[in-house]
């Protein structure tokens, strides 16, 4: 499958736990985003970041929330001390390398919090 | 506040119809524009991507770019009810590729 590769496809998870979540590029892609759906409502954009480097972070919240695009293995979205209102389909996309290419969706992960 | 706004609908047609989704956004630097289409409980799917104005052709799919009154539209042809999902407007400002701006998506149905 050459398609963006995402997992969990579903986290349950309490409060104040850890949430960890996943996602593979497609082959011959070098930037990742990650963004965030609540229920009815739009996507809205988290981080970007190309490999070992964040380059906007800016839909981020300051707390809690963190981000990564290792040399190797995948990247990683990372929550801690998670709460009912991190409940949210988080999907990441990525592009090729060069131009303004469009961003290509994984299936998401569906993150419930208890 | 880079916005982009869309009709949430929902978009009624019939079989065979045209249906005419619209969008419009507020930063006049914005470069690239997509469509996305997205059915329920799934993921976001690539439709469309127009960078210049005019119109831009693919299937029964047509986009139509206005910078100038800074208005997106897409136009699908003989609509099937496969096609019954939400559209989702986005747009890049940034030609490096950056963040993509969503509109809240419009939710067409379209009855056979």
């Known amino acids: 499958n050459a398609g963006v590769m995402q997992n969990p496809r579903h986290l349950v998870r309490r409060r104040g736990q850890e949430a960890r979540l996943r996602c593979s590029p497609m082959k011959g892609h070098s930037h990742v985003y990650w963004y965030r759906q609540l229920p009815e409502e739009g996507l809205k954009f988290m981080v970007y970041?190309?490999?070992?480097?964040?380059?906007?972070e800016s839909g981020m919240p300051k707390e809690r929330f963190s981000a990564e695009f290792p040399k190797e293995g995948p990247s990683i979205l990372r929550i801690q001390q998670v709460v009912r209102g991190d409940s949210a389909a988080y999907f990441c996309a990525s592009s090729p390398m060069k131009g303004n290419q469009p961003q290509h969706f994984g299936d998401g992960t569906r993150l419930s919090i208890l | 506040q880079k916005e982009v706004e869309q009709n949430s609908g929902p978009l009624s047609v019939p079989e065979g119809a045209i249906a005419s989704l619209n969008c419009t956004y507020s930063?006049?630097?914005?470069?690239?524009f997509f469509w996305y289409r997205q059915y329920s409980g799934k993921s976001p799917e690539l439709i469309m991507s127009?960078?210049?104005?005019g119109d831009k052709e693919d299937g029964r799919f047509t986009a139509q770019l206005n910078k100038a009154s800074q208005y997106v539209s897409l136009l699908i042809r003989d609509s099937q009810p496969s096609d019954s999902a939400t559209y989702l407007c986005a747009v890049n400002i940034d030609q490096a590729g950056t963040a993509l701006i969503f509109g809240k998506g419009t939710t067409l149905s379209v009855s056979s």
């Open positions: 970041l190309q490999k070992e480097n964040i380059i906007d």
């Open positions: 127009i960078y210049s104005n």
């Open positions: 930063d006049r630097v914005s470069q690239s």
